[in-house]
């Protein structure tokens, strides 16, 4: 019976034994299995540190190449508060290098932490502060690498490319829309250290950082700088609340240009108010459009054929009259009997009046939805408005009419320029964007490229070709006559609006506009030009935006390389016009007889001899009424 007893003892013994080895095996299984990586990391941060190395932004390009947004190398302070020997002298140093606060910087040195970041006074210090802070030679005082960005343009194109915060992240513009990609991985320098946290002599690791990716815009730096200039020149002259203008590819929806006053510099973003760097006014402030609206009901009637811009004709007596409102006509008087082209061309608004009529609310409406207004156009930047329609329910016959003309409604600039391509580049509507390419930033290579995102079709091929003609006809012989270029097809409408303020319009203060676009029968460019109440001159778009419009449009002809055209419209000048002339053919003759053709026109020779090699300009050019010819002889 004892044996027995200690048999079954031996045996429970053995049992518990071998349970527990079992429990142990198992347990080093997990350990060395599921739980390695982070028993392995815990282990590491005891004797491993890391000082970080920020990692480069991505670059952001225009269509060209051309660098917009950049960046600088800096340095910044961390602090290994075990490595410190004399808290109190490293604090006072350093607090008195960096103008800061003694007591502040002491907590800094005293943290209970393994790597201590001093923030923001440590952030992104100058070459003289950081060789100061070097020249210490101090036990666990750091200085390392920090990318900071940098815009060569200072406050061009602000509003499309943001800015970033000091720690490299994206706050407004493309800056934010594309932060995941332009922000890279940061890397670090490895070493190593004893439990108190002392640099042991022992090889380092270096872990590279990796850059963002770049990013190339739809953007042209010199017509960007050709609006930037222009925008400049309106604020010394006009002084106005706001000015802007931005230009697209009517064929694709890449933008070309875009700016705004008031603008910031990104480089110093602080030194400005939120309300001046978060409002970019193309995509986000809304308004009546006025006139140039006015393009959405031509391009409505033209599709639906409900009258006939040649044929058909509406007599102006300066008003109109609408279920008890009366609606005026720019000019006093009205134009009298006219063809609904001349209403165009006159931008007549009781002509407008009568096109709404005859389209009704449910037409009239359908077309301007489909044009885009109303919803955002999803450009990618933050920050777009929706602007602000009519239901068609609630719409009576004098919201149908002031709608026909662009009163009454709501729009932003980006949704107009967008619907205008529509209407001239044969009747379809793209989503407009800013980002045409995205870069691997060591090899340039391209590793996604967008392309144009078509959205529908709005009109016809053949209604888009008669817009087209009917706002070349402006240019030519309407409104927008100050925006017409010799030699050079330019289609466009100006734009007045009256302002409006607790639900009442303002009186004397007006956003004057204009939307242009050339080549007229092949457009390559639109551009808008919006001066929120100008001074000091009689507030039109016509006499002010149209001519601001045209020296984009020149500039752009140089860019672009558009060819001279023969086959546009004349201009019908009037008294207070430039004359332009046709210059006559004098190649081959002799110099008495180019004298005798060139009769009051300047001339200049080069060469000797007396017959005319060259001539400049060519032939057939139109030319100031006594311009200059310049002549070869030989």
Known sequence: ?????????????????????????????????????????????????????????????????????????????????????????VAKSLSEILNSDYDDMLKHVTKKTSIERVHPEGRQLSYDIASKINDLNYDGVYLVKE?????????????????????????????????????????AIKYFSDGKGNRLELSEVYEKPQNGINIKLTIDLDLQLAIERELDNVMSKYTPEHAMIMAMNPKTGEVLAMASRPNFDPNNYQEYDTETINRNLPIWMTY??????????LSSTVEEKTVNLFEDHFYDGGSIHVDGATIHCWKAGGH???????????????????????LGVDKLMSYITNFGFGTKTGIDLNGESNGILFKPSNMGPVELATTSFGQGISVTPIQQVT????????????????????????????????????RRKVISDESSKMVRYALESVVANGSGRN??????????????????????????????????????????????????????????????????????????????????SKDGMTKEYRWLDQKYVVLPNVVGMSVSD?????????????????????????????????????LLLG
């Open 1 to 89: 019976m004892f044996f027995k007893e200690i048999h079954i003892r031996i045996r429970v013994f053995f049992l518990f034994i071998i349970c527990l080895l079992v429990i142990i095996i198992l347990k080093v299984f997990y350990i060395q299995v599921f739980s390695y990586e982070k028993l392995s990391d815990l282990a590491q941060s005891l004797w491993s540190r890391k000082l970080p190395i920020g990692a480069d932004r991505g670059l952001i390009l225009d269509r060209n190449g051309k660098i917009l947004a950049t960046n600088l190398t800096t340095t910044s302070l961390v602090i290994i508060p075990n490595q410190i020997k004399d808290a109190e002298a």
């Open 147 to 187: 990318s900071k960005r940098y815009y060569p343009y200072g406050s061009l194109l602000s509003h499309v490319l943001g800015y970033v915060g000091i720690d490299n992240q994206g706050l407004s513009g493309l800056e934010l829309t594309y932060n995941n990609y332009l922000t890279g991985e940061d890397g």
């Open 288 to 297: 009546e459009p006025g006139s140039t609206f006015k393009i959405m009901t």
């Open 336 to 358: 009298g009997d006219q063809t609904y082209l001349n209403v165009v061309e006159n931008s007549c608004n009781p002509g407008f009046v009568s096109l709404g009529q005859k």
């Open 419 to 454: 619907a205008v391509s529509a209407a001239i580049n044969g009747g379809n509507l793209y989503q407009p964007y800013l980002v045409k390419e995205m870069l691997e930033p060591e090899t340039n290579s391209i590793i996604k490229a967008n392309e144009p995102i078509f």
């Open 483 to 564: 925006a017409y270029i010799e030699n050079y097809r330019v289609g466009g409408k100006t734009g007045t609006a009256q302002k409006v303020e607790d639900g009442h319009y303002m009186s004397g203060n007006y956003i004057v506009s204009f939307m242009g676009f050339m080549p007229a029968d092949d457009p390559e460019i639109v551009v808008y030009v919006a001066i929120d109440h100008p001074l000091g001159i009689t507030q039109y778009g016509g006499t002010v935006s149209a001519p601001i419009a045209k020296n984009v449009l020149e500039t752009a002809i140089n860019i672009f390389g558009f060819k001279e």
């Open 594 to 630: 180019a004298k005798k053709t060139l009769k009051g026109f300047q001339i200049e020779y080069s060469g000797e001899g007396d017959k005319i090699l060259y001539q400049s300009p060519s032939a057939d050019s139109y030319i100031k009424e006594n311009g200059t010819v310049k």
